[in-house]
Each structure stands twice: as structure tokens, then as C-alpha cells.
């Protein structure tokens, strides 16, 4: 059941409405439009796991670890991950390990910590009862979400990109079973190639951007595009593009997963491309890590910094903080901070000169001060400003972001997320004088491929260059 169109749509000239609007979407898809299965899936477990408390309350410490144990265990085992082709004993599996996993690790605690065989043995009945129910729930929530799906009570509106054979058959797919949670309302692909028997080309590649907001699309599925992969990236990179979940369709290289257990419309694999955007929660989790990191880190380092101050003052006197514009996130530009180690001609020539290892400007203890990072240190203060990250691409100058977006086309791309005080380039060895191909190479999986896990390396990394005085 196709909604009301709205009443004005902006367009752009050569995009043809009359084939967008009859697929706009469904009441349903637009009252459940921020539902998501782990919304329901999380809250069962969790009263599932606390149940034995009901029982009997002596065993209350063990078991709320255990309870936050299994939930980080599921996640990380990607049970609360969407997932298109929705089954109980898919996961069984993998439900069943980490149960046992998080009970084995709780109750050997617990038998270190009161050597007592009846409190483990209590523990291990409430523990047992927990898993039963965990497993209970999970089997009623997947089925509720079946059902759901089935009556079209949640759906989104989905985006098939490619019109060849496996686009054909997906966009068939998703039309005729409602269970993969997903209303197909049309098909883009290149302008060399034209509609497939009744499969609806409502647009070209690049109006992709424009009919994602026009039929409130959530969601986009590779299939088959009759375009260069670079080119493609570029397309999904866009903002409105880049807010939708996506999904790939697999070819031959790929469709049999190691890991976890594997996805599939109707038969056809398909993967799920992480979020490569920082914003809501995993936004909110970077930056409190950030403000915690960089606060303790200002506190605890107070007397290096002192000493940084007095060693700055004593080999230049006065002016010991360098302030320069750099580009943030969204190319936003700002003013860092450090300790000078140097003293430019001009601010010209600070703005446009590549500063490179054993510059003769550079005396004794900034040439110290560069090799072991402490320079850069008055960072913390731009980290609590919000300006910069603990870990991400390293902040630029604009003259050299103009410079190098010219001449190498995703580096603008590493502006997704904020600018950091140390990054993945960094620790792999990409400072100085290195490619800076390479450099936005690295920055970009960085930012593809983001964790709070790969801050901490790339962090605990860092330390240990700074240690071997491994600076420029």
C-alpha cells in the first residue's frame, strides 16, 4: 500500500517523478522507521540473564557480571547485528558458546573468590536457568520479528543499485518475501544501461543522493552496477547517501564466510558493509573516551608539560605555544596547538613549507621534543575542545588539503571523522617525507573500519614509539 506523495518535491531536471512517487513507501514503513530488531532482542536478553534474581538474591554480584558479560559477548559476536534472512537456529550455535563461555569465566571468579563448592554450585542453577530463558526469548523474538516483517508491520524502504541478472533477481526477491524486512521501491544503475522487463529504473547513479531523501530510503543494496568501483564509492560517499545501511550483494570470492554465520536473500549472499560514518552512538562513544582520555592524560602529564614549557622558554624565550590553521572534520579549519620547536621566516612560509626531518632550524631540544611526540601535547587541549580526537588522521594545513586533494582523490574523503592526535598512518610508519597516497590510504581504513579496540592499539602503538623515540 503505496502513501500519499507529498505535495511539493524538489527535482532536478531529467529526473522523471511519475516513477518515483507510487513507491514512496507505506504507513507501516514510516511509523516503524527507527525500529530495530536489537531494540527488542537486548531488553529480552537482559531480563532473561537478571531473572534468577527473582530466585534468590545471594548470588547478585555474579550474577550481574555475568549478565554484562554474555551482552558484550553477544555483540561482539555479532547477535544483535541486522541481519535480512532472520533464523533461531542459525544462531543456536553461537548462543550456546558464549553462554557457556561467560558461566565458565563468572564461576571460576567466583570459586577463587569464596572456595566454596555450594555457592558455585547456587550460582551454576541460576546461571543454567538464565541460559534456558535466554534461549526462550531469543526463539520468540526472532519469530515475533518474522511476523513482523511478514505483515509488513516493519519494513524500509530499500534501493536496489544495479539492473543486470543478480539486481533483477533481488529486486524480485525483496517484492515477493516481505520476511527480509526490506520494501523495494526501485532500481538505479548507470545511464548506459536501461530497465529490465518490469524492473523499475527510477533514476540514474548520480541521482542517487536526491532519491534517497525523495522516498525516505534507509537503505541501499549492491547488486550489480554497470560502473567503476571508484566511481561508486564516490556516489555512496555523499551524505544522504552515506546514512543508509548498506548491504552488497557477493559474487564468487567472499560468499563463503569464516566467521560468524552468513547472510542471504533468497539464497543470493549478501554482507552487511559496516557504518563508515561517526555519528549517534558510536559518535557519543568515541567522544567520551576522548574527553576521559585526554583529561587524565592532562593531569597526570602536568609536570612534563611544566618542563616541556620551561625547556621551550629557555632555547627561544618567549612565545612557547605555536598556533597554526589546520582542517578538521567536514573541512572545518581551527587552530592547533604545540610547543614550538622551531621558529618559521614568515606565517607565509609556515602556511606552505613541507617541514621535513633534520631542518637545520630545529635546535637541540626541539629536535628532542619532535622525537619524542612531546611537541605535540598542548593537543589535549584541542581534544577537550572537540576540535580534535584522540586518534584520527592527522590535521593538515588548508593550503596543502587544497594541494593534496587535487592531486589524489579519496584524501578528502579522511575528513569523515575528526582530526587526531596520533593515527593508524603514524604508527605504520607514514610520517615525514612519505607518500602521501599511502597516508590517505591508511587514513581512510581507519576511518572504514573504526573501533573503539583499533583506538586503543593504535594508542598503546603510539606509547610504544614515543618510548623508542621514534618521532620525526
Not at 93 to 108: D, N, Y
Not at 313 to 338: A, H, N, S, T, W
Not at 377 to 392: A, D, F, H, K, Y
Amino acid at each position: 500500500m503505496a502513501g500519499e506523495p507529498p505535495a511539493t518535491t524538489q527535482t532536478r531536471a531529467g529526473l522523471d517523478t511519475t516513477k518515483v512517487l507510487p513507491y514512496a513507501g507505506s504507513r507501516a514503513s514510516k511509523r516503524t522507521r527507527r525500529l530495530r530488531a536489537w531494540m527488542m532482542t537486548v531488553p529480552i536478553d537482559v531480563v532473561a540473564l537478571l531473572t534468577p534474581l527473582l530466585v534468590t538474591q545471594n548470588y547478585w554480584r555474579a550474577t550481574l557480571v555475568n549478565a554484562g558479560l554474555t551482552v558484550a559477548l553477544f555483540a561482539a559476536g555479532g547477535l544483535y547485528r541486522p541481519r535480512r534472512h532472520v533464523s533461531f537456529l542459525d544462531e543456536l550455535p553461537s548462543l550456546g558458546g558464549r553462554l557457556l563461555a561467560s558461566g565458565a569465566v563468572v564461576a571460576i571468579i567466583a570459586a577463587e573468590r569464596h572456595d566454596s563448592v555450594p555457592y558455585v554450585s547456587g550460582f551454576m542453577h541460576g546461571m543454567a536457568l538464565s541460559a534456558g530463558l535466554v534461549i526462550v526469548g531469543r526463539a520468540f523474538s526472532r519469530n515475533f520479528l518474522i511476523l513482523a516483517r511478514k505483515r509488513r508491520w516493519v519494513e524500509h524502504n530499500a534501493i536496489v543499485i544495479g539492473s543486470g541478472p543478480i539486481g533483477v533477481e533481488l529486486a524480485r526477491l525483496l517484492r515477493r518475501y516481505p520476511q527480509y524486512g526490506l520494501r523495494f521501491v526501485g532500481c538505479v544503475d548507470a545511464s548506459s544501461r536501461e530497465g529490465v522487463g518490469s524492473l523499475p529504473l527510477i533514476g540514474t547513479l548520480d541521482e542517487l543522493e536526491q532519491l534517497t531523501r525523495l522516498l525516505d530510503c534507509e537503505v541501499l543494496v549492491v547488486a550489480d552496477p554497470d560502473c567503476p568501483e571508484s566511481t561508486l564509492m564516490e556516489i555512496l560517499l555523499r551524505p544522504a547517501s552515506s546514512r543508509c545501511d548498506l548491504w552488497v550483494a557477493q559474487r564468487l570470492w567472499g560468499s563463503r564466510s569464516q566467521g560468524g554465520y552468513p547472510d542471504h536473500v533468497g539464497a543470493i549472499p549478501i554482507v552487511k558493509i559496516g557504518d563508515t560514518t561517526l555519528a549517534g552512538p558510536r559518535w557519543t562513544a568515541k567522544r567520551a573516551s576522548d574527553v576521559v582520555f585526554a583529561t587524565v592524560a592532562m593531569i597526570t602529564l602536568s609536570p612534563v608539560l611544566l618542563l616541556c614549557a620551561i625547556a621551550t622558554f629557555l632555547d627561544g624565550g618567549r612565545g612557547i605555544f605555536f598556533r597554526q590553521e589546520r582542517i578538521g572534520r567536514y573541512g572545518k579549519p581551527f587552530k592547533v596547538i604545540k610547543f614550538r620547536s622551531m621558529r618559521p621566516v614568515d606565517e607565509h612560509e609556515s602556511q606552505t613549507n613541507w617541514s621535513i626531518g633534520h631542518d637545520q632550524r630545529v635546535g637541540p631540544i626541539g629536535r628532542f621534543m619532535r622525537r619524542t611526540s612531546l611537541d605535540e601535547l598542548p593537543q589535549l587541549w584541542n581534544i577537550l575542545r572537540g576540535e580534535m580526537s584522540v586518534v584520527g588522521p592527522r590535521p593538515e594545513r588548508p593550503y596543502f588539503v587544497e594541494k593534496f586533494s587535487v592531486e589524489y582523490p579519496n584524501y578528502a574523503m579522511r575528513h569523515r571523522v575528526p582530526v587526531g592526535l596520533t593515527g593508524l598512518a603514524q604508527v605504520s610508519g607514514l610520517r615525514g617525507d612519505t607518500p602521501i597516497s599511502d597516508r590517505a590510504r591508511f587514513d581512510n581504513y581507519y576511518v572504514e573500519h573504526w573501533s573503539l579496540w583499533l583506538d586503543i592499539k593504535i594508542v598503546l602503538r603510539t606509547v610504544a614509539q614515543v618510548l623508542r623515540g621514534g618521532g620525526r
